[in-house]
């Protein structure tokens, strides 16, 4: 059974930092490309930044380019997104997806699965 298990929200002031991970297990982690995607309060999916199997190509959205960073680590089976320079826009359930192969996948939707997303709020 696929699982990805988000873990890393919480609350946090405009300007701070968080770093979310997503636990990943019974599929081949290092041969799927990984996406991060967000919903904010009333809102639909926001696709939010992506990267390959190996990790050798990575994408964001115009929205965090430049305040957040995706990355992997295959042997840990493990996503990361380390957010930097929160805004309370930012505020949203963060899910990790399974993209469909290998390829980065740029959408907020098409994923094969997802995990269950993990809440953060930027509030003064």
């Known amino acids: 059974e696929v699982q990805l298990v988000e873990s890393g929200g919480g609350l946090v002031q405009p300007g701070g930092s968080l770093r979310l991970s997503c636990a990943a297990s019974g599929f081949t982690f290092s041969t799927y490309a990984m996406s991060w995607v967000r919903q904010a309060p009333g809102k639909g999916l926001e696709w939010v930044s992506g990267?390959?199997?190996?990790?050798?190509?990575?994408s964001y959205a115009d929205s965090v380019k430049g305040r957040f960073t995706i990355s992997r680590d295959n042997a840990k089976k493990t996503l990361y997104l380390q957010m930097n320079s929160l805004k309370p826009e930012d505020t949203a359930v963060y899910h990790c997806?399974?993209?469909?192969?290998?390829?980065?996948?740029?959408?907020?939707?098409?994923?094969?699965?997802w995990g269950q997303g993990t809440q953060v709020t930027v509030s003064s």
């Open positions: 990267i390959s199997s190996g990790g050798g190509t990575i």
């Open positions: 997806a399974k993209a469909p192969g290998q390829r980065l996948w740029a959408l907020p939707t098409g994923y094969e699965y």
